[in-house]
């Protein structure tokens, strides 16, 4: 095997810059250098064999194809007779809600896999055990884990305004369903106050951003996912710092801390890697929850960034004590790192570890999200100093917590 020089030597020099979609050769080629780098540097890597699915994708067009119906539908109902058609209305808005948050409950529990063909996916699984035998008894372990697979779409950016078509134009539709429902449940009842001229406005404003969801709808039925994403950033970057992380500790492990690294197959397709991951060593992973920790590294680009917050309104912390540390270990080591909050909390491969109950951080070039998932994931857009920052910084958190008694 080639000797690299740098972290950014690995990324720029091997499959980690190129694309790897699931199920093509690229996958192959990446598991293949994986288990090569760290063989040749003096440890013993493992596969696990998992199991991953298109049913998240599929799903996911689906919920958009009943979205789009109950938005028609929508409009059929107010043009019924008062009171019926605010009833039948208000009914329709119950529903669609209720089925659609139960319907994502299931497909985010792997639930409805039979919506997708289902495959076979490896993940790469490395341990690097304490110098101090004694500590193997406590139980302490440091997961570092990087999902090693891209994806791209075939219309990029069609995919994004689609999306946000979709849920700006059903939310903007529900709420002005609901308007005219209670208009018309106001003039049935009240026959001296009339509101037929409103009505009527609104109706055909929800007309209009009816046609825009359906039209977001039909679009989306044409959005594909390719192989043509490079994926320098998303997640080779996380991947090839992994690498570095393990060939240095490899060298100088800690003291009373088990290390172990997961390049996490299947991230992109609904977290499969880390969930298969989890469900196989549940018991380990629940049996040693307050005594274990992970560092998720998911794109070092033009930054070096973690999320501190998550939630709409009533923003939630990350984490009890991970992200204080970040913080004060970067600063002593003057290292430039920013912390940011987010709508969603991350969806990556930290999240079935964290449901599990283990403390979680999770590294992500928020500001390079714009390029990702398309050809503009090249390696011109990561900087080589971030990627020497992301591991001296992981590496002196690792040994901050293995110093926590």
């Not at 080639?2 to 699931?22: A, C, E, V």
Request: contains cysteine; positive net charge; aromatic residues 10%.
């Amino acid at each position: 095997m080639t000797k690299f020089q740098s972290t950014f030597d690995i990324l720029k020099n091997s499959i980690l810059s190129q694309p790897r979609m699931m199920g093509t050769d690229g996958e192959k080629k990446t598991i293949a250098f994986l288990i090569d780098y760290l063989t040749t540097n003096g440890l013993s890597p493992r596969t696990e064999t998992i199991q991953w699915s298109t049913a998240f994708v599929e799903g996911r067009k689906l919920l958009y194809i009943f979205i789009g119906c109950m938005a028609l539908l929508f409009n059929l109902t107010l043009r019924l007779s008062a009171p019926l058609n605010a009833y039948l209305s208000m009914a329709l808005i119950i529903f669609s809600i209720t089925f659609t948050i139960f319907y994502l409950k299931a497909l985010l529990a792997d639930k409805l896999d039979r919506l997708g063909n289902t495959y076979d996916g490896q993940n790469v699984v490395c341990d690097i055990p304490p110098l101090n035998k004694k500590a193997k008894q406590n139980g302490r372990i440091l997961y570092f884990t990087a999902h090693s697979d891209t994806i791209a779409s075939n219309h990029p950016k069609l995919n994004k305004f689609a999306l946000i078509g979709l849920l700006l134009g059903f939310l903007l539709t529900v709420l002005l369903t609901l308007t005219s429902s209670i208009l018309n449940l106001v003039t049935y009842y009240n026959p001296n106050w009339s509101a037929a001229g409103a009505i009527r406005i609104l109706n055909w404003i929800i007309f209009a951003f009816s046609l825009i969801v359906f039209t977001c709808v039909i679009s989306a039925q044409f959005i594909r996912r390719v192989n043509t994403s490079p994926g320098a950033c998303d997640n080779g970057s996380g991947s090839a710092i992994l690498l570095s992380l393990a060939s240095q500790f490899q060298q100088e492990p800690l003291e009373n801390t088990h290390l172990r690294f997961i390049w996490c197959t299947a991230e992109e397709w609904g977290l499969y890697g880390s969930k298969g991951f989890v469900k196989a060593h549940k018991d380990e992973i629940t049996t040693n929850n307050g005594h274990s920790h992970l560092i998720n590294v998911d794109m070092v680009g033009s930054e070096l960034a973690y999320l501190e917050k998550s939630g709409l309104f009533l923003r939630k912390a990350m984490n009890e004590n991970l992200n204080q540390l970040i913080h004060q270990t970067a600063q002593e080591a003057k290292i430039e790192v920013r912390a940011f909050n987010s709508i969603l909390g991350g969806n990556s491969d930290h999240s079935p570890f964290k449901k599990e109950g283990v403390e979680v951080c999770f590294f992500l070039a928020n500001k390079d999200t714009k390029l990702i998932h398309s050809k503009k994931d090249v390696i011109e857009n990561v900087k080589a100093e971030k990627l020497e920052d992301a591991v001296k910084l992981t590496t002196l958190l690792a040994k901050k917590l293995d110093n926590i008694k």
